[in-house]
């Protein structure tokens, strides 16, 4: 055994992944993060906004580490996703009021950015605000503009973050769900899962949605509950004449928490959410609804000047985010049991908190468990993304095609994705330890059925290329979470038999 | 990056684009046709029913059999080809002078081309712009993904199936469904009537006892990691879903037959001006676009529901492409717009010249008994005993019908009126 500390990270999302990014850093740990789901960042840090806020919207005096880590985490996913090369931008934030009532409301936002010391949000009206964004709805009379607002594409984020991670050290569980963490002589053990007991010394529970189950196996703060906030989308075509230039966001009042349209770094149009409090009961209810739908479509007209049609809606979905009581996140080193850490209830502003969470997370652990970090001299920030044809100019496209025949097979034809990308995304898959390589992961790490079609043209030829590269048949291919097919054609007849 | 010449690039190696390949070489044009997959034939190829070919061939033949014989022809005249060639972009330089880039696994290949045949036919819409709610299992796919599944890759996507749309698809894929054991539960249509053709009805959900629920509507799929259920409801003449009728379907599989689009992704981006009613783009009689020298055939220019009218389409264009070569643009000054009158949804081609024979292609909005479909200003009456929206129009317009038009007339009207 060496003299690193095992520590078991629980959660492969946002979270989880950025605390594994930067302990990797530290010559002190052996790291485990561990994921319920077939692939990293399957819960909120897929189905939501993808903004990068500024962090204007938090009140410091009652969310003081929401306050603090939104505005340093907005700073440092600069890095990260130079870094890691994950898509980014930061077309900055334009909170919108069409009314007294609102632009009362907004102004407190100012009050807000001057507190956590956001740069440069101020009002605007009329003439800049249609400067700033020639496609605002006629109502808008002005916004809170927020210069560091940015959108990132948070799935990617997520997979770069667990790739960098794992070229540093860090091992990767997936399909494997945490039962409880295991305490013994006030100190943890590690925990229990359906593939069998993990040894830890440090357990951090980045569980999301199901933290509060894991902090109560662990034997503290029992009284800490998790309950789902649903938030429903709908994402548009590219090709839609209208989008948001910058974030929109329509002002937050006591009544509506406010909805976004957004272009999101893909090109398409993102509105969305709503916030709907499920009850404790609800975690796997991601459904969308009409009412839900209609509610969003409804409110983004507020910011642009003229809406998309339902017509080029390429998907609507929901996603479930963690809500702790009173909207605090719980993040926390413990001595009894030694060991335990909670970054627990991350809800939003989480994902751009993520980066300083992790760092925040680190240097509790350090003081709590009086470690102290040693810096790898050997630890490489960087990961390349995949090589994409996608927007690359032909004279580069032809030089890609002559090393590698594979780039000249286009298999996507709304995003351009050729079976050199599905290659490359299942080999990276396979070497960053998920176990199963799935239809979906590999949509989101290639853009393949992203488009307008969804997939109807592409899903069976990149099943393909996976059942010939794995060596199983094409009816085996795990798409989300089942196969393909139940078998050849004849399966039905010979059950028939039987 | 290698650089081509051709007199014209048929872009798509389905029914249409084959026809037209054949068709301009016929006439004597150095022809090149592009297919993105691995083997020419596009959907027909995985079609194992007949019903193709009764128009064409005056034979009733499979859609493999159907492709197969066009195949034969192309192979015989030594039509160029290139597969697995992906048209990446088109550059207008000028209105004799196009850039189509391809890509390849030999590289990407330039190909400098005085006129453009768009063949790339249509995509099927999915759950999501249908409005569909509900859960995102495993388990949903559209028609002509489980046929490529079941006919081309021998694979059985599930057991128990609920389809979504009673397009001509769907109702196919009912049937082989069924003959392959699995259970169809349902076809589900929003509208008071079919969307596919009577004969597929008929053979293909009667002949096996399969439910076709006009007037009902999925409002919500249901399952965790696959499909688990449908929730079915009927809907109101708005086709809002009425409440109290909802009810369940258990089921592990949904197919969706919910209509085709035409997918013009590469000439959207080169300002192709669009009909809202076909999806597909404004073409006079030629089927050339806004753009000169680009012309549009088969299911990328309308939804056909004959294999028979795709392939008419794909001569036409490339006796289009002829005549724009020998005339350095398509002669005709005096066009006269074919505007859409009573119970006309849409209408193919957009505009005529009265100079020659053309065929023209419509469907109405609603289904009607005994009605005329007509166009008054030629004098032009035709008797049908009912009209149906799955059912494409066709009638040929005889040059000669253009004689009694004033020459100051602009404009004919095609309407469906009753008897």
């Given at each position: 055994?060496?003299?690193?500390?095992?520590?078991?990270?629980?959660?492969?999302?946002?979270?989880?992944?950025?605390?594994?990014?930067?302990?990797?850093?530290?010559?002190?740990?052996?790291?485990?993060?561990?994921?319920?789901?077939?692939?990293?960042?399957?819960?909120?840090?897929?189905?939501?906004?993808?903004?990068?806020?500024?962090?204007?919207?938090?009140?410091?005096?009652?969310?003081?580490?929401?306050?603090?880590?939104?505005?340093?985490?907005?700073?440092?996913?600069?890095?990260?996703?130079?870094?890691?090369?994950?898509?980014?931008?930061?077309?900055?934030?334009?909170?919108?009021?069409?009314?007294?009532?609102?632009?009362?409301?907004?102004?407190?936002?100012?009050?807000?950015?001057?507190?956590?010391?956001?740069?440069?949000?101020?009002?605007?009206?009329?003439?800049?605000?249609?400067?700033?964004?020639?496609?605002?709805?006629?109502?808008?009379?002005?916004?809170?503009?927020?210069?560091?607002?940015?959108?990132?594409?948070?799935?990617?984020?997520?997979?770069?973050?667990?790739?960098?991670?794992?070229?540093?050290?860090?091992?990767?569980?997936?399909?494997?769900?945490?039962?409880?963490?295991?305490?013994?002589?006030?100190?943890?053990?590690?925990?229990?899962?359906?593939?069998?007991?993990?040894?830890?010394?440090?357990?951090?529970?980045?569980?999301?949605?199901?933290?509060?189950?894991?902090?109560?196996?662990?034997?503290?703060?029992?009284?800490?509950?998790?309950?789902?906030?649903?938030?429903?989308?709908?994402?548009?075509?590219?090709?839609?004449?209208?989008?948001?230039?910058?974030?929109?966001?329509?002002?937050?009042?006591?009544?509506?928490?406010?909805?976004?349209?957004?272009?999101?770094?893909?090109?398409?149009?993102?509105?969305?959410?709503?916030?709907?409090?499920?009850?404790?009961?609800?975690?796997?209810?991601?459904?969308?609804?009409?009412?839900?739908?209609?509610?969003?479509?409804?409110?983004?007209?507020?910011?642009?000047?003229?809406?998309?049609?339902?017509?080029?809606?390429?998907?609507?979905?929901?996603?479930?985010?963690?809500?702790?009581?009173?909207?605090?996140?719980?993040?926390?080193?413990?001595?009894?049991?030694?060991?335990?850490?909670?970054?627990?209830?991350?809800?939003?502003?989480?994902?751009?908190?993520?980066?300083?969470?992790?760092?925040?997370?680190?240097?509790?652990?350090?003081?709590?468990?009086?470690?102290?970090?040693?810096?790898?001299?050997?630890?490489?920030?960087?990961?390349?993304?995949?090589?994409?044809?996608?927007?690359?100019?032909?004279?580069?496209?032809?030089?890609?095609?002559?090393?590698?025949?594979?780039?000249?097979e286009i298999v996507?034809y709304?995003?351009?994705?050729?079976?050199?990308?599905?290659?490359?995304?299942?080999?990276?898959?396979?070497?960053?330890?998920?176990?199963?390589?799935?239809?979906?992961?590999?949509?989101?790490?290639?853009?393949?059925?992203?488009?307008?079609?969804?997939?109807?043209f592409?899903?069976?030829r990149?099943?393909?290329?996976?059942?010939?590269?794995?060596?199983?048949?094409?009816?085996?291919?795990?798409?989300?979470?089942?196969?393909?097919?139940?078998?050849?054609?004849?399966?039905?007849?010979?059950?028939?038999?039987? | 990056?290698?650089?081509?010449?051709y007199?014209t690039v048929v872009i798509g190696g389905g029914p249409a684009g084959i026809a037209a390949a054949i068709k301009a070489t016929?006439?004597?044009?150095?022809t090149i046709l592009i297919e993105n997959r691995d083997l020419l034939g596009g959907i027909p190829l995985q079609c194992?029913?007949?019903?193709f070919?009764?128009?064409?061939?005056?034979?009733?033949?499979?859609g493999t059999?159907f492709v197969t014989r066009l195949l034969d022809k192309l192979e015989k005249l030594r039509v160029e080809y290139l597969l697995k060639a992906h048209v990446h972009?088109?550059?207008?330089?000028?209105?004799?002078?196009?850039?189509v880039?391809v890509v390849t696994p030999?590289?990407?290949v330039?190909i400098?081309t005085?006129?453009i045949i768009y063949t790339t036919g249509a995509r099927?819409?999915?759950?999501?712009?249908?409005?569909?709610?509900?859960?995102?299992?495993?388990?949903?796919?559209?028609?002509g993904?489980?046929?490529t599944?079941?006919?081309i890759?021998?694979?059985?996507?599930?057991?128990?199936?609920?389809?979504?749309?009673?397009?001509?698809?769907?109702?196919?894929?009912?049937?082989?469904?069924?003959?392959?054991?699995?259970?169809?539960?349902?076809?589900?249509?929003?509208?008071?009537?079919?969307?596919?053709?009577?004969?597929?009805?008929?053979?293909?959900?009667?002949?096996?006892?399969?439910?076709?629920?006009?007037?009902?509507?999925?409002?919500?799929?249901?399952?965790?990691?696959?499909?688990?259920?449908?929730?079915?409801?009927?809907?109101?003449?708005?086709?809002?879903?009425?409440?109290?009728?909802?009810?369940?379907?258990?089921?592990?599989?949904?197919?969706?037959?919910?209509?085709?689009?035409p997918y013009l992704?590469v000439?959207?981006?080169?300002?192709?001006?669009?009909?809202?009613?076909?999806?597909?783009?404004?073409?006079?009689?030629?089927?050339?676009?806004?753009?000169?020298?680009?012309f549009v055939a088969g299911n990328a220019l309308?939804?056909n529901?004959?294999v028979?009218?795709a392939v008419?389409q794909g001569e036409?264009a490339a006796?289009?492409a002829?005549?724009?070569?020998?005339?350095?643009?398509?002669?005709?000054?005096?066009?006269?717009?074919?505007?859409?009158?009573?119970?006309?949804?849409?209408?193919?081609?957009?505009?005529?010249?009265?100079?020659?024979?053309?065929?023209?292609?419509?469907?109405?909005?609603?289904?009607?008994?005994?009605?005329?479909?007509?166009?008054?200003?030629?004098?032009?009456?035709?008797?049908?005993?009912?009209?149906?929206?799955?059912?494409?129009?066709?009638?040929?317009?005889?040059?000669?019908?253009?004689?009694?038009?004033?020459?100051?007339?602009?404009?004919?009207?095609?309407?469906?009126?009753?008897?």
């Amino acid at each position: 055994m060496s003299d690193k500390y095992r520590v078991v990270i629980v959660g492969a999302g946002v979270v989880g992944s950025s605390i594994a990014r930067v302990l990797s850093m530290y010559e002190n740990f052996d790291i485990t993060l561990v994921e319920k789901e077939p692939d990293v960042g399957w819960g909120a840090s897929k189905a939501n906004t993808s903004i990068v806020h500024p962090g204007h919207e938090e009140e410091p005096d009652v969310h003081p580490l929401r306050a603090k880590l939104c505005v340093k985490g907005n700073e440092m996913w600069r890095t990260w996703a130079k870094e890691l090369e994950i898509p980014v931008t930061f077309p900055g934030e334009l909170m919108v009021f069409t009314n007294d009532e609102e632009e009362k409301k907004a102004r407190e936002y100012i009050k807000l950015a001057r507190l956590n010391n956001v740069p440069g949000v101020r009002i605007i009206y009329q003439e800049e605000l249609r400067v700033l964004e020639p496609n605002i709805a006629r109502e808008a009379k002005g916004a809170v503009y927020a210069p560091t607002g940015g959108l990132i594409s948070p799935f990617e984020a997520v997979i770069a973050v667990v790739e960098n991670a794992v070229e540093n050290g860090v091992k990767l569980m997936t399909e494997t769900e945490v039962l409880g963490v295991k305490v013994s002589e006030g100190r943890v053990k590690g925990v229990e899962t359906n593939r069998g007991f993990i040894e830890a010394d440090i357990v951090i529970n980045a569980a999301g949605l199901y933290s509060d189950k894991i902090t109560h196996s662990a034997g503290v703060e029992l009284n800490f509950q998790v309950k789902p906030r649903k938030g429903e989308y709908l994402l548009f075509d590219e090709d839609i004449p209208v989008k948001p230039t910058r974030v929109l966001h329509t002002t937050p009042t006591p009544i509506t928490k406010g909805v976004y349209a957004i272009t999101t770094v893909h090109g398409n149009v993102l509105i969305g959410p709503t916030a709907e409090d499920l009850p404790i009961e609800a975690k796997g209810d991601a459904s969308t609804s009409v009412k839900g739908l209609d509610y969003v479509y409804q409110e983004a007209s507020k910011l642009l000047r003229e809406m998309p049609p339902r017509s080029r809606v390429i998907r609507t979905f929901a996603g479930l985010r963690p809500e702790p009581p009173g909207g605090h996140w719980l993040i926390k080193a413990y001595s009894d049991p030694w060991g335990f850490v909670n970054a627990a209830g991350i809800r939003s502003p989480g994902f751009t908190s993520a980066p300083a969470i992790a760092e925040y997370v680190a240097n509790l652990i350090s003081e709590t468990f009086d470690i102290k970090l040693v810096k790898k001299t050997n630890w490489n920030p960087y990961r390349r993304d995949i090589t994409r044809l996608n927007n690359r100019p032909l004279s580069e496209i032809d030089e890609l095609i002559k090393k590698n025949p594979a780039y000249g097979e286009i298999v996507c034809y709304c995003k351009t994705v050729s079976k050199a990308e599905i290659l490359e995304a299942v080999d990276r898959m396979i070497k960053t330890g998920i176990k199963t390589i799935t239809l979906d992961g590999l949509k989101f790490r290639t853009y393949a059925g992203f488009g307008m079609c969804q997939g109807a043209f592409c899903r069976w030829r990149i099943a393909k290329i996976v059942s010939e590269k794995l060596g199983v048949p094409l009816y085996d291919v795990t798409v989300k979470r089942t196969k393909y097919g139940i078998g050849d054609v004849k399966t039905l007849w010979v059950e028939r038999k039987g | 990056m290698k650089t081509l010449e051709y007199d014209t690039v048929v872009i798509g190696g389905g029914p249409a684009g084959i026809a037209a390949a054949i068709k301009a070489t016929e006439l004597g044009l150095k022809t090149i046709l592009i297919e993105n997959r691995d083997l020419l034939g596009g959907i027909p190829l995985q079609c194992v029913h007949t019903g193709f070919g009764l128009h064409y061939f005056k034979e009733d033949l499979t859609g493999t059999q159907f492709v197969t014989r066009l195949l034969d022809k192309l192979e015989k005249l030594r039509v160029e080809y290139l597969l697995k060639a992906h048209v990446h972009s088109i550059e207008y330089l000028d209105y004799d002078k196009k850039l189509v880039n391809v890509v390849t696994p030999q590289g990407v290949v330039r190909i400098l081309t005085k006129t453009i045949i768009y063949t790339t036919g249509a995509r099927e819409r999915h759950l999501y712009e249908i409005g569909v709610v509900g859960d995102r299992p495993d388990g949903i796919y559209t028609a002509g993904e489980a046929q490529t599944l079941m006919d081309i890759y021998g694979i059985m996507p599930g057991r128990e199936v609920v389809i979504i749309g009673s397009g001509d698809v769907g109702l196919i894929m009912a049937r082989r469904f069924a003959l392959e054991g699995a259970k169809v539960k349902a076809v589900i249509e929003i509208l008071p009537y079919p969307g596919g053709l009577m004969r597929n009805v008929m053979q293909c959900l009667r002949d096996y006892n399969i439910p076709l629920l006009l007037g009902h509507t999925v409002v919500k799929v249901v399952g965790k990691k696959r499909v688990e259920k449908v929730i079915v409801a009927k809907v109101d003449e708005n086709f809002k879903p009425i409440e109290g009728t909802e009810f369940e379907i258990p089921c592990d599989t949904v197919v969706l037959s919910v209509g085709l689009r035409p997918y013009l992704k590469v000439l959207e981006k080169l300002g192709i001006h669009i009909d809202p009613a076909t999806g597909g783009p404004v073409v006079n009689e030629y089927l050339e676009t806004n753009i000169p020298g680009v012309f549009v055939a088969g299911n990328a220019l309308v939804v056909n529901d004959l294999v028979d009218y795709a392939v008419e389409q794909g001569e036409l264009a490339a006796e289009g492409a002829k005549v724009f070569i020998e005339n350095k643009g398509i002669p005709t000054k005096n066009w006269k717009l074919v505007e859409k009158g009573r119970n006309i949804r849409l209408v193919v081609p957009h505009a005529v010249s009265g100079e020659r024979d053309v065929i023209i292609y419509a469907r109405v909005a609603n289904p009607e008994r005994n009605v005329y479909v007509q166009i008054p200003e030629l004098g032009f009456r035709l008797f049908s005993y009912g009209v149906r929206p799955a059912e494409m129009i066709w009638f040929k317009l005889r040059k000669d019908m253009f004689s009694k038009l004033g020459a100051d007339v602009n404009k004919i009207t095609l309407e469906v009126k009753p008897r």
